[in-house]
């Protein structure tokens, strides 16, 4: 039997390990990518600027990214190690190319890109001395797949007394200079026309404008991947678009134009610039002998990480989204309790294997992606209408059996006995299988951190984190069944079983109910008429099933089959179900923003309070908190008392923009709160919410006091 569940577990676990270490090291990035630091004078003035170049020239067929990469991708990043006093600006990007990938469309550059950066020489520099500039450049260069890469990069300059001297790359940043957008040309507006958006360039004169493009700088503000149909007339240019997933209101809409226009290409700004972010193109002033002290998240290991997610895994079983479940198995055990200790304990580690399975196989799969360039992160297979909806028909048809509505297994021993008529050990490990699917919608105390650090890490310690958060949930049953005096403490098997088993099948409906409200935001009203169908017909095939049963040979083949066929009709519902997706539609109450790069950048130029709540729909602890704290009258009174702008960012489908403000605070997956006071670095509050924690933030007191 072990040998058996170990066979079970390594081959759930084994395609997402394969997949992240084949997606991390089949091809070396550095033979992709030539990457060098370049300076446009040959010398440093105190109290002057001078310009650096960050040039990477890549193999014919491989892209890599604009700052806003498209639907897929990640932008080049420069991690700066410089002297004190040194600092960089904004990282000036050249016009990004489209790059269709299947019926994806990305923004990038291919063949070679210099992407030029402004460098700030203090006054206190000395004449005569050599400065070493230097960091480490991270990319994602990419063709069918793609492959994360970084690169060591410096440059040593010495420090002169006045005039400047040219370096001999004159013809390196003239090039850059020249695939930079230049100032629009006229005035701009956006309109919008039913449900799409209309570019506006007022400039007489533009007939011969043959090709249109328009690159947001907001990621999701735009259908990447949908036609742009370009219009001139005598007024100008007119360009329609497609809004996207980010639910931008039209007058916000900024990016660059490009365009061909009597055979040359040109290309114009329009609308501010967002800010850079903080991990884009920061210096980190640092004298050698004193380095700076790591940030918060950088200061975990390996092994804190792993004790933190075993921590978090065991606060998941208090959580509403496994709990049920939970409660299910241990009545279970209550049957099974008559049984010898060793049939017990057998139940205990088919329990515990199908969760590490589970765990491992998601983890691995997220591993993967995220290699690939995928925006995602914990969480990520609920942004999918397809899973969401199979796992709704599996908790129905568990209710529907709880409820006696159908018979699976032979006794009570939860979903995962259905699948067997056999001893049950394969039951509880399927059990295990959908506690973890059932789990992933909430985020514990402590798993934010753990889950984040791991996936910044190779892919074993990746999935020795994912391992030690698996165990966490497992541990409570499994310690239940391996201690022969906590078995004695449970009740006697009796009628009064029957009675919480009903019971027990009430919360599984309440949790199908909320993935049906899940479902709703993700998909059309078509969408959402297809996914309620297929619960009829769930109902249908476990009608069909019972009745079978004692029907005779015919009658019990005749109602399996008609079972049957009603559950692949559901499963044919389930598979359009991508076809109708939802346009973003954040419900946002009076007085909350939806959360947009732009905005929060914006907002933080112009030294205002910003609160930042990053939730989803299918996030049981991001609804919870925002019902039970930031709803509440004094929060929103705090609000308005202290003029705080409340963002809301919805991640219940991809969007790589919230993927990636995740990513910057070492979070992989929602809720995360952040306060931002003017151009500050951002506080991060708890996942779990008091009214105390959040008045104490906004009012810029000790959060840890608070709580």
Known sequence: ??????????????????????????VKAKDLVRARLAAESEALVPGRTVTLGLHMAMKPGWHVYWRNPGDSGLPPEMAWRLPEGFTVGPVHWPVPERIPVQTLMNFGYEGAVTLLVPLAVPESARAGETVRLSGTLSYLVCEEICIPGSAEL???LPVAASAESASGQAALFARARAALPEAAPGSYRTTREGDRLVLHLERPGLAGVTEA????????????????????????????????????????????????????????????????????????????????????EET????????????????????????????????????????????????????????????????????????????????FQLQSPVV??????????MGLSLSGAVHLGGGIVGLGDGLTRRAGYQGSFFT???????????????????????????????????????????????????????????????????????????PVYATVAWLVWVLAQQVGPNGLLAGLTGLVLVALAAWAWERARGAGRLGTGFGRVAAVAALVAALGLVAVLDGDRATARTALAQGEEAFTQARLDALRAEGRTVFVDMTAAWCITCQVNERTVLAREGVQAAFREGQVVYLKGDWTNQNPEITRLLERHGRSGV?????????????????????????????????????
């Open 388 to 397: 969401v909806a199979l796992l709704a028909y599996g908790l129905f048809a």
């Open 432 to 506: 295990g299988v959908l506690a973890t699917l059932v789990a992933t919608p909430c985020t514990a105390p402590f798993m934010g951190a753990a889950v984040g650090f791991a996936l910044t890490q190779s892919p074993l310690a990746a999935l020795t984190v994912f391992a030690s958060l698996g165990l966490g949930l497992a541990l409570p049953f499994l310690g239940l069944t391996l201690v022969p005096q906590a078995l004695r403490l449970l009740p006697r098997p009796g009628a009064w079983m029957d009675v919480l088993k009903g019971a027990l099948a009430f």
């Open 213 to 296: 493009a328009f690159f947001p700088y907001a990621e999701g503000a735009l259908d990447n991947a949908a036609p742009q149909d370009l219009a001139v007339d005598a007024a100008g240019l007119h360009l329609t678009l497609t809004p996207g997933d980010a639910g931008q209101p039209p007058e916000a809409l900024a990016g660059v134009l490009a365009l061909t226009e009597d055979g040359a290409r040109k290309a114009y700004a329009l609308g501010p610039e967002p800010a850079p972010a903080p991990t884009a193109a920061a210096a980190i002033p640092a004298a050698p002998e004193t380095p700076p002290a790591p940030a918060e």
């Open 1 to 26: 039997m072990l040998r058996l569940l170990l066979a079970l577990l390594l081959t759930l676990a084994a395609p997402g390990l394969a997949g992240a270490q084949g997606a991390m090291t089949a």
């Open 300 to 379: 975990l290991t390996l092994w804190s990480a792993a004790g933190l997610a075993l921590i978090g895994g065991l606060l998941l079983n208090l959580m509403p989204c496994v709990f049920p479940v939970l409660s299910i198995k241990v009545l279970s055990l209550v049957r099974q309790a008559g049984e010898s200790a060793t049939r017990v304990r057998l139940h205990g580690l088919a329990y515990t294997a199908g969760v590490l399975a589970s765990f491992l196989g998601l983890a691995g799969l997220l591993i993967a992606l995220k290699a690939g360039g995928a925006g995602i992160g914990w969480g």
């Open 671 to 707: 809720p995360l709160y952040l306060v931002y006071r003017g151009q500050g670095e951002a506080q991060v509050l708890p996942q779990i919410l008091t009214e105390g924690i959040v008045l104490a933030a906004i009012r810029q007191k000790d959060v840890a006091a608070a709580q």
């Open 154 to 156: 410096s440059l040593d």
